[in-house]
């Protein structure tokens, strides 16, 4: 996944760009806030209810569905809906956030577990804020939860599509008029990004982003090419090697 222009850009297996909106930080606190208001008159009436049948149960078993419940009822709320609705609260449907994996595929079971789980980090004396300080550490505005489970919150239904970069073998890219002359560029160059163009789909996100990091921008900054605006580095890439490719015949 790379950020670009605050949108998260994620190249898919099938090379399709699908492009997220990041949640904004106001958005989340306020789904935050209403889950919370929501979770608060549910453990009031909770009370209500456990406070009738205190007079036909048991004491003991009464205060052992209590404990448990007003311990775990606030990780219930927020991993079961998470899991079941696509990676969305209450709270967060109201707003038009939600929950994904970094790859852009929709969270389950495990990942609503682990990333509320740690909520902990922000409701615990001591702990309070260590996962709001987290969000403004690094670029993907995670939560410790967020970093352990691999998710981030984006904006729900704007999810957008671009066309389909790779694999060009023929003809010529859409996006050449934005790569320059290609004056200087070696055959080793070429084979690298080639290279790289062809395994980028099947990396992990991580050596995805190294990959571009040590091996595209290098070469961008030689030649000048200036990135495009919401644009996956991906596309120029291919753009280069296959204008270079025509260039010298290699294609």
């Known amino acids: 996944m790379i950020l670009v222009n605050d949108r998260y850009l994620v190249l898919t297996p099938e090379k399709v760009v699908i492009s997220y909106q990041h949640a904004g930080y106001g ?8 889950d919370l208001l929501i979770v608060g ?16 149960i048991t004491p003991g078993l009464i205060a052992l ?3 448990v419940f007003f311990t775990f009822g606030i990780f219930a709320y927020f991993i079961i809906c998470e899991a079941l609705w696509q990676g969305q609260t209450l709270g967060k449907r109201m707003v038009k956030i939600q929950v994904v994996h970094v790859d852009g ?15 902990v980090a922000d409701f615990v004396p001591g702990f ?23 998710t981030v919150v984006v904006q729900a239904n704007e999810v957008l599509q671009g066309f389909t970069p790779a694999p060009y073998k023929v003809g010529v890219h859409p996006l050449e008029y934005s790569v320059g002359e290609l004056a200087g560029m070696t055959v080793p160059e070429y084979q690298a990004i080639k290279r790289l163009c062809d395994r980028f789909p099947f990396l992990p996100i991580d ?31 291919e753009a280069v090697v296959m204008k270079f490719g025509r260039m ?3 294609v």
């Open 41 to 56: 008159v549910t453990y009031m009436v909770f009370g209500l209810l456990i406070g009738i049948a205190g007079m036909i």
């Open 248 to 250: 010298k015949n290699l």
């Open 128 to 150: 309070y804020g260590v996962g709001f300080v987290t969000m403004f550490l690094n670029e993907r505005s995670q939560r410790l939860g967020d970093i352990i489970s691999g």
């Open 207 to 237: 050596e995805q982003h190294k990959s571009i990091v040590s091996i595209w921008e290098p070469f961008r900054e030689r030649q000048h090419i200036s990135p495009l605006p919401n644009v996956h580095p991906i596309y120029q890439m």
């Open 105 to 119: 595929t929709p969270v389950g079971w495990r990942a609503a577990f682990f990333r509320n789980i740690l909520r």
């Open 27 to 34: 958005a989340r606190i306020g789904a935050h806030l209403v």
């Open 65 to 67: 569905v209590a404990a």
